[in-house]
């Protein structure tokens, strides 16, 4: 089975900040890799799916990169609304598995 | 519009059984894979089902192995999730969603709100 790990598992910022959050695979997954955003009470919303391409509507101060077992999803000047939990995910073969989660909090 | 409406969550002893549902609008549930993921109370996204959009292939978590069948009805647009053997380790809100372009390896773009297992005696 393939683990995802999210480093940090926290981290504070302020807006305007750029922040850099990493997700390691214990094997390699390709580029099948997507990061959500999730809110209190809210669902998941998919931000970049195939590593780095970004979902309709998400806005380009969100990136992501890496391929294989390393990636990073960066966000380039925090907004107020960006302050969330995010989560990596591979596809790449069963069972599915999510990274445990880096909440991203207001410094 | 893509709509996911999950129903069926309840309280529910131990050992005990429930089916949960997900009725979809703005696509067709027969053209796509889907999911099944849960969060327990604080804590992260659990992928426990998928049903392939070939509509013969469906895989499990280990955790809900042999307990859970995932299935669709393609003539009521619903995707469903038989829950036997319930533990209380299955507490969670369970969400259903849909692939972005139907395929077992594309993630899920739109999530339905959720509904909510609570297995307690």
């Known amino acids: 089975d393939i683990q995802m790990t999210q480093s940090p598992s926290s981290v504070s910022a302020s807006v305007g900040d750029r922040v850099t959050i990493t997700c390691r695979a214990s094997?390699?997954?390709?580029?099948?890799l997507a990061w959500y955003q999730q809110k209190p009470g809210k669902a998941p919303r998919l931000l970049i799916y195939?590593?780095?391409t970004l979902e309709s509507g998400v806005p380009s101060r969100f990136s992501g990169s890496g391929s294989g077992t390393d990636f990073t999803l960066t966000i380039s000047s925090l907004q107020p609304e960006d302050f969330a939990t995010y989560y990596c995910?591979?596809?790449?073969?069963?069972?599915?598995?999510f990274g445990q989660g880096t909440r991203l909090e207001v410094k | 519009e893509v709509q996911l409406v999950e129903a069926g969550g309840a309280v529910v002893q131990p050992g005990g059984s429930l089916r949960l549902s997900c009725e979809a609008s703005?696509?067709?549930?027969?053209?796509?894979?889907m999911y099944w993921v849960r969060q327990g109370p604080g804590k992260g996204l659990e992928w426990v089902s998928l049903i392939g959009w070939d509509h013969a292939s469906a895989f499990y978590a280990d955790s809900v192995k042999g307990r859970f069948t995932i299935s669709r009805d393609n003539s009521k647009n619903s995707l469903y999730l038989q829950m036997n053997s319930l533990r209380t380790e299955d507490t969670a809100l369970y969400y259903c969603?849909?692939?972005?372009?139907?395929?077992?390896?594309?993630?899920?773009?739109?999530w339905g709100q959720g509904t909510l297992v609570t297995v307690s005696s």
């Open positions: 703005g696509f067709n549930v027969a053209d796509y894979a």
């Open positions: 195939a590593a780095y």
């Open positions: 969603a849909k692939t972005k372009d139907g395929y077992n390896s594309d993630p899920p773009d739109h």
């Open positions: 995910q591979q596809a790449k073969s069963f069972p599915i598995s």
């Open positions: 094997e390699g997954v390709g580029s099948w």
